[in-house]
DNA sequence: TGAGCCATGTAAACGGTTACATGATTCC
DNA sequence: GGAATCATGTAACCGTTTACATGGCTCA
């Protein structure tokens, strides 16, 4: 057995992706891209480093996998790979969600503005969020890697919805505010 | 007037802190953590080299402010500052929100684990999120900034019911995500 | 008198993004 | 033929967090 690797969110979600049967670094990162991507992002930049990680502590088995003369490697989990997934799953200790939103930064200071321009900084926040919301809703699960699509597997349709939940709450809620601003300015 | 500065989200957060009425880098993060903490955090190491630079640039002035024996640094915007506060309030150029969550990762991996632990999931998710939510509606954001409780302040309260809104959101999904699981598991 | 808060800073480590470099394959 | 996509990797940079260092004030 390797020695001890401090294994990291990407690491866990390069591991489920090859559980979810991707088997390429690009192939991971393209599903994570149409699934993950909008609650945890990555780059290849990081795909490629920990799958190598990986596979130096045995967590992952690698094997050139070339399509026609483009060179290629397929990636498989490995016993203790599966066993770290599963320990992490079960395990009790997580990480809280966070936000980061640059955004709702300007609205927390927007009343340094007049009334008009609070009210177009409103407009398009809620604009913006909605286009955001819907490009999340475009993008087909299946087609990100086939274990998608499999009986058995109806985590990522689940958590998407919730994503979907989310940003649309946000960019509702960016509507209802600007509808009671508008009111207000006819008020004056 | 001075050389181009880069100016950051942290900046911005830094400027309207000070127009809000705080003075010290200390009172800064300290209404930062009450207030724009939950969607925007940061820390006392960012804040104090971060007042240094702006006033480098002449964005804010500093004066020395002891209490007692006790050092202390009282800052102020310039007007240069508070132009550049409002023009980043006008600008129609924005970075989208962005959410990182681990335990969303975890749900999306579930379908790994057996039945009856992915129920136990679900149910620790949803307590963590409701003991997370509860804890951003405690602190009583008048008391973080003298500013904040001023007739013409309305943004922070709001932007905090967004906050709380967007949490709580979470959490009602995460307990009717567990209900469904639990009559499936009935079913059986 | 001791714990907790007020107050200011620096240094190192870390996680992540962007840019760079290279080349084959597929599809219009 | 050319654009988009498949495919793999490295280097540099950037923003943020954690740890370290120091010391006075307040209140129970």
Redesign the pocket.
């Known amino acids: 057995m390797a020695a001890a690797i401090?294994l990291?969110?990407?690491s866990y979600m390069v591991l489920g992706m090859l559980r979810l049967g991707a088997k390429?670094?690009?192939?991971i990162k393209?599903a994570a891209d149409m699934s993950t991507g909008s609650f945890w992002?990555?780059?290849?930049?990081?795909v490629?480093?920990e799958?190598?990680r990986l596979e130096q502590h045995g967590l992952v088995t690698r094997h050139e996998d070339p399509?026609?003369?483009?060179?290629?490697?397929a990636y498989e989990l490995t016993e203790s790979g599966e066993a770290a997934l599963l320990a992490w799953l079960r395990s009790p200790r997580t990480t809280p969600t966070q936000l980061r939103s640059e955004p709702m930064l300007r609205l927390f200071f927007a009343d340094a503005l007049p009334e008009e321009d609070q009210l177009a900084l409103v407009q398009r926040l809620r604009e913006r969020a909605h286009r955001e919301g819907s490009h999340l809703q475009e993008g087909d699960l299946k087609s990100a890697v086939g274990g998608f699509g499999e009986p058995g597997v109806r985590f990522p349709l689940i958590v998407r919805l919730w994503a979907e939940g989310l940003f649309s709450h946000s960019a509702d809620w960016l509507g209802q505010l600007e509808a009671e601003l508008e009111g207000n300015e006819g008020d004056d």
């Open positions: 401090n990291k969110p990407i390429s670094g690009y192939a393209k992002p990555t780059s290849l930049a990081q490629y480093p799958l190598a399509h026609g003369e483009r060179k290629r490697a």
